[in-house]
């Protein structure tokens, strides 16, 4: 079995928020869209994208705001880590969590490059995964 199919936990840098995942994701990818670089303050993210029922918050409260139409940010109040991001994927409502944030990122390899016509020219990546230059319909 692959590690990440297995129950993953994750959590903010202060402790604060703790998070259960269970199962596979439904994709990992990283992500070069101007939301997630400015919510994040990081060049790139890397997302593991679950189903709602696939997710459990076990200790705190999230923050949450709206970054663009029908997209719900979450971050700790406390150390401001951002933890995850909702929106609807192919009629569902899918919630990604950023890898840094889980005890073992190492489980979560991405598979492609999402909105990678937004990524920053001089960041140059040259890995051999797939790039797109939005969000697939696939997984």
Not at 30 to 57: M, N
Not at 68 to 97: H, K
Not at 106 to 122: K, L, N
């Amino acid at each position: 079995m692959n590690k990440r199919d297995e129950t993953q936990f994750g959590g903010c840098h202060c402790g604060a928020i703790r998070y259960q995942l269970d199962g596979k994701p439904v994709y990992v990818s990283f992500c070069h869209c101007e939301d997630c670089r400015r919510s994040t303050g990081a060049l790139a993210v890397v997302y593991a994208v679950y189903l709602p029922d696939q997710v459990q918050f076990i200790k705190g409260q999230r923050k949450s705001y709206q970054s663009s139409p029908g997209v719900i940010r979450t971050f700790c109040s406390g150390c401001g880590t951002s933890l995850s991001y909702e929106a609807e994927w192919q009629g569902q409502l899918v919630m990604g969590f950023f890898v840094a944030s889980l005890d073992n990122p190492e489980a979560f390899p991405p598979e492609r490059h999402v909105f990678d016509s937004e990524r920053i020219s001089w960041f140059n990546v040259t890995d051999e995964l797939p790039h797109y230059d939005a969000l697939p319909d696939n997984k």
